[in-house]
C-alpha cells in the first residue's frame, strides 16, 4: 500500500513539473526546506499589452509593465550582455515614449540618461550614439535645451558631425541662434582639412605618392643634392620635376618660393587645371585671397571630377568666395552616390543652416 501510495505521488510531482515546463515559470529558495514557485506570464505578451496600453493612450498601466520588464531583464543571469543592453534599451525607450506621450520632458530625459550611462559604462557605442540622438530629438519636439545641451556639449569633442548637427538645431530651436550658428560653422571649418595650432592645414597637390617615392630614390642615386637636380630637369622642361620643386618648397613654408614654382609647372602642363588651383591654394596661403579668387574664376569650369570640385569648393571656402556654393551643387547634382558627393551635400546643408 505504501509503494502504490508512493508511486502517486511521485507520478503527480512528475505531471506537476511537467506542467512548470510547459509553463513560464520561475522557482525561488526562499528556504533551505521552502521553494516557491512563480508561473509567470509570457514577456512577450507582456510587452504587447504594454504596447496596447500605450497605444490606447493609457501611458501609466503601460510605463507599470515595461519597468517590471526591464527589472526582470536586468536581474535575468541567463541572458547575454548582448541580449541584455538590447532588452533594456527597447524597454527604457518605450518608457521614455510613454513619459513623452504625458508630456513630461523631464521624465523622459532620465530614461534617455539612463540608457546613455549603461552604453557608457557596458561601452556599448552603439546605445550611447542612440540614447544622444533620442535626446536631441526630444529637445526639438519640446523646444527645450535644458538639460540636452549641457550633456552634449560635455561630450563635444567626441561627437560625430550628425550630432554636432542636431546640438546646433538644438541650440536654434531653444532660441540661441548665435550658439547654434557657431557649432555650424565649427563643423564646416573642420571638414575643409586637418588643423594645426588652430590653423587650417591647407593641402597641397603635386606629384602623386607613388610617383614621387621612386623619382627622388632614383636621383639621389645619380646626384647628392635634389633640389640641384630637379631644377636641371625642370628647366629641360621636365613638368614632374617642375612640380616636385613647387612641392618641396610648399613643404618648407617657402610660399613665394612655392608659387613662382608653380607658376611655372602651371606654363609647362596647362592642361592640368588642378596645378592651377594650387596656385590660388600658395595666394591662399600667402593671405592673397583676392588673387586666388581670380585665379579660382579662371579655372573652376575646367575641374569637372568628384574629386576635382571638392577641392574646387574646399578652396573657394578657405578664399571666403562664393564660388564654393555652384562647386558644391554640381558636384551634388552630377555624383549624388559618391563620397565626394554626400560631402559636398553635407557642407551645402551646413552652409543653409548657418545663413552663409
Do not use: N
Request: hydrophobic share 40%; charged share 30%; aromatic share 6%.
Amino acid at each position: 500500500m505504501r509503494v502504490l501510495v508512493s508511486g502517486v505521488l511521485v507520478l503527480t510531482f512528475l505531471l506537476f513539473c511537467a506542467g512548470l515546463a510547459r509553463a513560464k515559470t520561475e522557482v525561488v529558495s526562499e528556504s533551505p526546506r521552502q521553494l516557491k514557485v512563480i508561473i509567470a506570464e509570457d514577456k512577450e505578451k507582456r510587452e504587447q499589452k504594454a504596447d496596447g496600453l500605450k497605444d490606447a493612450g493609457q501611458f501609466d498601466a503601460a510605463i507599470e509593465i515595461y519597468a517590471a520588464l526591464l527589472k526582470d531583464c536586468q536581474e535575468d543571469r541567463s541572458l547575454s550582455e548582448e541580449a541584455r543592453l538590447r532588452l533594456i534599451s527597447q524597454y527604457t525607450g518605450k518608457m521614455a515614449a510613454c513619459y513623452q506621450g504625458k508630456g513630461d520632458y523631464d521624465k523622459a530625459l532620465e530614461q534617455y540618461q539612463f540608457l546613455l550611462t549603461v552604453g557608457e559604462e557596458r561601452g556599448s557605442e552603439a546605445m550611447r550614439r542612440s540614447a544622444l540622438m533620442d535626446m536631441g530629438k526630444l529637445a526639438l519636439d519640446f523646444g527645450r535645451g535644458d538639460g540636452v545641451i549641457e550633456i552634449f556639449e560635455r561630450r563635444r569633442a567626441q561627437l560625430r558631425y550628425d550630432l554636432l548637427i542636431l546640438l546646433g538645431d538644438i541650440y536654434k530651436k531653444a532660441g540661441r541662434e548665435e550658439e547654434g550658428q557657431q557649432v555650424y560653422l565649427s563643423i564646416l571649418e573642420a571638414h575643409l582639412g586637418h588643423h594645426h595650432q588652430g590653423k587650417v592645414l591647407i593641402p597641397c597637390y603635386g606629384v602623386p605618392p607613388e610617383q614621387r617615392v621612386p623619382l627622388e630614390q632614383e636621383i639621389l642615386t645619380k646626384a647628392p643634392d635634389l633640389a640641384s637636380e630637379l631644377k636641371k630637369r625642370a628647366e629641360r622642361g621636365d613638368a614632374q620635376a617642375q612640380l616636385l620643386l613647387g612641392e618641396l618648397a610648399w613643404e618648407q613654408a617657402e610660399y613665394e618660393a612655392a608659387l613662382i614654382e608653380f607658376r611655372k609647372a602651371e606654363a609647362l602642363t596647362p592642361e592640368d587645371a588642378m596645378i592651377g588651383l594650387q596656385v590660388a591654394r600658395t595666394f591662399i596661403a600667402l593671405g592673397r585671397d583676392e588673387e586666388a579668387v581670380e585665379k579660382l574664376k579662371a579655372i573652376g569650369a575646367l575641374l569637372t571630377s568628384p574629386g576635382e570640385l571638392l577641392e574646387l569648393g574646399t578652396t573657394c571656402q578657405l578664399a571666403g568666395y562664393d564660388g564654393a556654393r555652384p562647386a558644391f551643387q554640381r558636384l551634388w547634382a552630377k555624383h549624388p552616390d559618391a563620397p565626394e558627393g554626400k560631402e559636398a551635400h553635407l557642407r551645402l546643408c551646413l552652409m543653409d543652416k548657418a545663413g552663409l
